[in-house]
């Protein structure tokens, strides 16, 4: 029977796990962290996500403690709004999974409820990766050694698995940056909403009834973030924003140590599998956050990669040509969703005056095209497995 060693036990590790243990195959997961690491606060869970997880019968679990994905908006950086697209029409008619809006804690202790209790190894540290004819050999610091069939690299945009398995690949700074938290939804937030201002952006998510996720974007030098000393000056960096849903949400943060801030950045691999080592999610595709795809194009890599493990088993084909199928039916997909989230992102992130009147109102009039929009949106968020 084939085995499957996982480095990474984040959204994608965790989901390939469960998707190879619905199949009966063996599975371990390496992790550095030594306990669930739940860094990101919020997650919107697109209609693709959902249907991975209605399929590995996981949805229901996510679902208990999320909110719904009903409606996003679109506002200018005053709220004055733009756009509103209305996703029901689409789950009404079954074209679409009915999208969530959680807390990235409860999605990690969903999926990890959902392998086998002994299956996660936590805290460990890589040190030694060699791939051979017929297996691959890990090597820890302090775990001992672990050989397997296939060894699969779903540690994140810095993998130590492509670094030691593919060579050194330097992520690509998009030209901004970003933050992260969760407050008490003082602000009565019940959609997505989204505020456009010049060169910067604040999302509003809820989470649950109480409680809402806000995201942040800016344009900023790489290597040189702001100084967030205070509470205080996080609010003044977004000062532009003068609706009184962002300035009552953001009177909430009480500390800078609150906040989550990362560079937005790309891994652009065009190689994703090596003899037995095969990468997936942010380890071969990590992309912009402004589609929230990141965790679904993680969580479709896993389901069809276990979806060519399992044909494996079965003696439909080897192991080689299972790697080879994987890459060629994720890699148009992602490509595809890694190019339409840079495009928002260029989009979103204008900052000229003039320009940004002009991005408002493309987007005030597409809005009024709704059959398009629509469709538009069933092709994005249809989980194509």
């Not at 940056?177 to 060169?199: I, K, Q, Y």
Request: contains cysteine; hydrophobic residues 40%; positive net charge.
């Amino acid at each position: 029977m084939i085995s499957t060693l996982v480095v990474g036990g984040g959204i994608g590790g965790l989901s390939l796990a469960r998707e190879l243990t619905i199949r009966g195959l063996p599975v371990r997961v390496l992790e550095r962290a030594t306990q669930l690491n739940p860094v990101g606060a919020g997650i919107i869970m697109n209609p693709n996500a959902m249907r991975v997880l209605e399929r590995n019968g996981l949805a229901d679990g996510l679902r208990r403690n999320a909110w719904p994905y009903l409606v996003r908006e679109t506002c200018d950086q005053r709220g004055r709004l733009l756009a509103v697209r209305d996703y029901r029409s689409l789950y009404d008619s079954g074209r679409l999974s009915k999208g969530a809006l959680v807390h990235r804690a409860h999605l990690l202790d969903v999926l990890y409820r959902g392998v086998p209790p002994d299956a996660v190894h936590f805290g460990v540290v890589i040190k030694r990766v060699d791939l051979m004819p017929d297996g691959v050999r890990v090597d820890t610091e302090r775990h001992g050694s672990f050989e397997t069939d296939l060894l699969v690299g779903a540690d994140g945009i810095r993998s130590e698995v492509r670094r030691r398995a593919f060579g050194a690949i330097e992520p690509v700074y998009m030209g901004y940056r970003s933050h992260r938290l969760v407050v008490d939804n003082v602000a009565g937030t019940r959609n997505f909403t989204e505020f456009l201002g010049r060169g910067q952006r604040v999302g509003l998510v809820p989470v649950s009834e109480k409680r809402v996720y806000v995201w942040t974007t800016f344009n900023s030098p790489r290597g040189r973030p702001p100084v967030l000393d205070s509470a205080e000056r996080f609010r003044d960096l977004f000062g532009q924003f003068t609706d009184e849903r962002v300035r009552r949400v953001l009177s909430e943060v009480r500390s800078p140590d609150e906040i989550i801030s990362t560079e937005i950045e790309e891994i652009r691999l065009d190689r994703w599998a090596r003899d037995r080592a095969v990468l997936l999610g942010d380890a071969v595709h990590a992309m912009t956050p402004n589609i929230g795809q990141g965790a679904g194009m993680a969580m479709e890599d896993a389901a069809v990669l276990a979806e060519e493990l399992a044909s494996v088993q079965h003696g439909a084909q080897p192991l080689d040509e299972a790697l080879q199928s994987y890459v060629r039916r994720r890699k148009p997909r992602v490509e595809s969703v890694m190019r339409i989230s840079r495009e928002v992102g260029n989009v979103g992130q204008r900052s000229n005056p003039i320009t940004c009147w002009f991005r408002n109102l493309r987007i005030h009039r597409a809005g009024r095209h709704a059959d398009k929009a629509m469709a538009d949106l069933e092709r994005l968020l249809a989980f194509p497995g």
